[in-house]
Structure formats: C-alpha cells, structure tokens
Nanobody, 118 residues
C-alpha cells in the first residue's frame, strides 16, 4: 500500500508565494518520476511540473519561470515552490508519483486547494 500526502495549499493574494509538499510512504522499492498536476473547475487536469529521480524537470508553459519543482529522494518527497501567483493558478493541485515495486504504478494524492485571490 502506497500513500501520497500533500500539504501546503491555501489562500494567497496575487503576486504571493506558496510551497506545496508531497510525501510518499508505504511499500516503495523506488520512485521514478514525481510531479504536480492541477485541475480548475470545468477544466481538464493539466501538468504543472514533473521531476525525474535524477533531477531532470519539465514544466507546463503557463508556470515556467514562476514555479520550481524539487525532490528529496531520501525522504520520498517532492516540493513545488510557487511564486508570482495569479488568479488563474487557482485549482486543486494533485501530487503524482510513478513507483516501482513489482512493476511501475502511478499513484495520486488526495489533492490540495490553492486559491489566488485578493
């Protein structure tokens, strides 16, 4: 059994910053990639950022230059530092991890709400 527990969401004013964390726990042999997705009301879930075990990163076009993804492999934790937040960043943010046990399986966190509003 694998669990992803997210934290750090909340309400922030435009131009502000937030840091999201996601810790994976349970039966884990190794974690391949980890990432963050988001889903706003009425919209499809989209990639925000992803990072491989070796540290290679990939960002959605709308967050490039404003968000930074990082991970601590020893803690099985991924972080998302969000800066210069805009109202259009408002969404539920989901952590994703591709975990290797007897095969490769994608797991999702429960989601954390980020609201950017004055």
């Amino acid at each position: 059994q694998v669990q992803l527990v997210e934290s750090g969401g909340g309400l922030v004013q435009p131009g502000g910053s937030l840091r999201l964390s996601c810790a994976a726990s349970g039966s884990i042999f190794s974690i391949n990639s980890m990432g963050w997705y988001r889903q706003a009301p009425g919209k499809e879930r989209e990639l925000v950022a992803a990072i491989t075990r070796g540290g290679s990163t990939n960002y959605g076009d709308s967050v490039k230059g404003r968000f930074t993804i990082s991970r601590d492999n020893a803690k099985n934790t991924v972080y998302l530092q969000m800066s210069s937040l805009k109202p259009e960043d408002t969404a539920v943010y989901y952590c994703n991890a591709k975990i290797i046990n007897y095969g490769l399986t994608a797991y999702w966190g429960q989601g954390t709400q980020v609201t950017v509003s004055s």
